[in-house]
Nanobody, 124 residues
Framework: QVQLVESGGGLVQAGGSLRLSCVAS????????MGWFRQAPGKERDFVAR????????YYADSVKGRFTISRDNSKNTVYLQMNSLKPEDTAVYYC?????????????????WGQGTQVTVSS
């Protein structure tokens, strides 16, 4: 089992940047594929990005490609989401998630462990 704690959310103007962090504790962090998802009020939880165990493979939703970067530091048990050129439509609660799977990784149903979420608000 792994416990996840996100941080780094906040209020930012459109065009600004934020870096989210997610620290894992419990079982060996490098065993887990990691993902970031987001959920706006009244909407479903959507895929944002995912990264494989070594950090050598990443994948992004089309809506964030070229603006967001997912990375991980296995020595610090941490996964990051660098968010640049933020838009008001990026406003949501952002969640990190962990999973032992190998394929896919784009659906929230594939992930077994979740953090509590961190609010990101982008003003226009």
């Amino acid at each position: 089992q792994v416990q996840l704690v996100e941080s780094g959310g906040g209020l930012v103007q459109a065009g600004g940047s934020l870096r989210l962090s997610c620290v894992a504790s419990g079982r060996t962090f490098s065993m887990y594929r990691m993902g970031w998802f987001r959920q706006a009020p009244g909407k479903e939880r959507d895929f944002v990005a995912r990264i494989n165990r070594s950090g050598g493979s990443t994948y992004y939703a089309d809506s964030v490609k070229g603006r967001f970067t997912i990375s991980r530091d296995n020595s610090k048990n941490t996964v990051y989401l660098q968010m640049n050129s933020l838009k008001p439509e990026d406003t949501a609660v952002y969640y990190c998630a962990a999973d032992l799977g190998y394929s896919g990784g784009y659906s929230p149903n594939e992930y077994d462990y979740w953090g509590q979420g961190t609010q990101v608000t982008v003003s226009s």
